[in-house]
């Protein structure tokens, strides 16, 4: 992680005008406040930094449930879409597309391990798979923020090989580093945070707000009645993640003392022993909210979240499922596991709510990202991934027209490339690659 430096670093005449509060050990991008900037232009949407982020749900979803017809205002949503109707012009739903290095090799590590970077994975002990999109993104933006990239996950990482000879390893990370590196994932808020703000030995139990108060409160006096409004309500939304943040922590703290005095680690540990929210509506909201406060401080611009993993154990008392996210994928299309993926498309729908609630001159947050949430398969019961579920969301600064449904199927298959989105998608980072995965060409209609 680098260190923040005296000044922003992203080069534009917007963010220039992006406010800084810096205190003890830490320094936090405000949103866009107009009063701050003495330039007489406005900025355009391209003046603004563009983010990328990836929600994903292991094994499939109901395929009765999820279709998506029309456009803009009079685009239809099936049940599982439904939670997307507020921001329906401002998302693509696609279909057809696949990873065809991840066909026919197996069921679940084999059908996960490549999916954002599309190459061939490895059996046996040397694991092998790409460099994801998502780091791609990372490795071209991350030196402008003061992390890279942050990879979540609301569900602990699995160890050992699955029946087909394929590391486990391939089922719990969607992000990759290097071809033979996942990126670590933090399932825990509190280590997020921490990492986020850079809160370590006695910072840790100093509030981030209070030590950029003093600046925060010199800077009210200087802005308009307006912007002083956006930064209380600013200063506000931080503040209550960080009180949800200090909860959890102290539940992880216990859980770890625990765990020392058994000899055992957290990771062997089912929830909520080993300091994880024991209701996950908890855990993916606050991690969701993570993500749009590092997002809109400029702290990163890329991010992914696993709320459940592949070959997933996480259980929903709260709608009233009553197995095991993995063992009720294999009745996908029943209205329990329908309640499942209706759940996971509300998180998404969350996320991205937030992120458009985030102004930033005449658009929103939002407005310059990419949000895609994807899974690695279509039917659960047949562990069919010969299409996957897809929606994007947000415009990535008007270079992405959205309210779409785009439709694939009909197409050849080197036309339904998954890798060919994620070149297309590159392209408006400003990342003109000849190939990426198994595709030398862009997506059609994107």
Same mark, same amino acid.
């Given at each position: ?11 534009s005449?917007?963010?220039s005008r992006?406010?800084v ?13 107009e ?16 983010r ?20 803009g ?5 099936s ?6 109707e507020?921001?329906k ?10 990873v065809?290095?991840l ?11 490549s999916?954002?970077s ?8 040397l694991?092998?798979?790409?460099v ?18 942050i ?6 990482p699995m ?21 033979d ?6 399932v ?9 703000f ?11 707000l209070d030590r ?6 010199d ?15 600013f ?10 943040v ?7 703290d216990?859980?770890a003392e ?39 401080t400029?702290k ?10 592949d070959?997933?154990?996480?259980y929903?008392?709260?709608i ?9 994928s ?7 596991y329908?309640?499942? $993926? ?7 729908? @969350? /996320?991205?709510? =937030?992120? &458009?609630?985030? +102004? ?7 407005d ?20 996957l ?9 008007? $270079?992405?027209?959205t309210?779409?449904?785009?439709? @694939? /199927?009909?197409? =050849?298959? &080197?036309?339904? +490339? ?20 198994d ?8």
């Amino acid at each position: 992680m680098t260190q923040p430096t005296d000044k922003p670093s992203f080069k534009s005449r917007a963010f220039s005008r992006r406010a800084v509060l810096r205190g003890s050990g830490c320094a936090m991008a405000l949103p866009w406040l107009e009063s701050v900037s003495a330039m007489a232009q406005a900025p355009t949407p391209a003046d603004f930094p563009k983010r990328f982020g990836v929600v994903f749900m292991g094994c499939g979803v109901n395929e009765d449930h999820w279709s998506a017809s029309g456009a803009g205002a009079e685009m239809k949503l099936s049940k599982s879409l439904e939670s997307l109707e507020p921001l329906k012009k401002k998302i693509n739903v696609i279909d057809g597309l696949q990873v065809k290095s991840l066909m026919g090799q197996g069921i679940h590590p084999a059908q996960t391990g490549s999916l954002l970077s599309g190459v061939q994975i490895a059996k046996g002990a040397l694991i092998h798979s790409g460099v994801s999109v998502d780091q791609m993104i990372s490795n071209h933006v991350g030196q402008d923020t003061a992390q890279s990239s942050i990879v979540l996950s609301c569900e602990q990482p699995m160890t050992g090989y699955h029946e087909t000879n394929f590391s486990l390893a391939y089922s719990s990370h969607l992000s990759w580093q290097t071809k033979d590196s996942p990126v670590p994932v933090e399932v825990y808020p509190s280590l997020a945070w921490d990492s986020l703000f850079d809160n370590r030995g006695s910072l840790l139990n100093i509030s981030v707000l209070d030590r950029v108060n003093d600046r925060a409160k010199d800077l009210s006096r200087k802005i308009s009645a307006t912007d002083r409004g956006k930064l209380d309500e600013f200063m506000t939304s931080v503040r209550e993640i960080e009180r949800r943040v200090e909860v959890m922590r102290k539940g992880a703290d216990s859980a770890a003392e625990n765990a020392s005095l058994k000899n055992a680690t957290l990771a062997t540990m089912d929830r909520p022993v080993n300091g994880l929210p024991e209701d996950l509506r908890e855990h993916s909201k606050l991690m969701c909210d993570i993500i749009a406060i590092a997002f809109q401080t400029n702290k990163s611009r890329v991010a992914s979240l696993l709320i459940s993993r592949d070959l997933s154990a996480m259980y929903y008392p709260f709608i009233n499922v009553k197995d095991g996210h993995h063992y009720a994928s294999h009745h996908n299309n029943n209205d329990e596991y329908e309640r499942i $993926t209706n759940f996971h498309v509300s998180q998404y729908a @969350y /996320l991205i709510s =937030k992120l &458009d609630s985030m +102004k930033e001159g005449d658009g929103t947050v939002l407005d310059n990202s990419c949000i895609m949430f994807m899974s690695n398969m279509w039917v659960g019961r047949t562990h069919d991934n010969s299409r996957l579920p897809l929606v994007l969301a947000g415009g990535l600064g008007g $270079t992405l027209e959205t309210g779409r449904t785009l439709n @694939y /199927l009909s197409e =050849k298959d &080197d036309k339904r +490339k998954m890798c060919s989105l994620y070149l297309s998608l590159m392209d408006r980072f400003g990342m003109k690659l000849d190939q990426f995965g198994d595709s030398q060409t862009r997506l059609d209609r994107i």
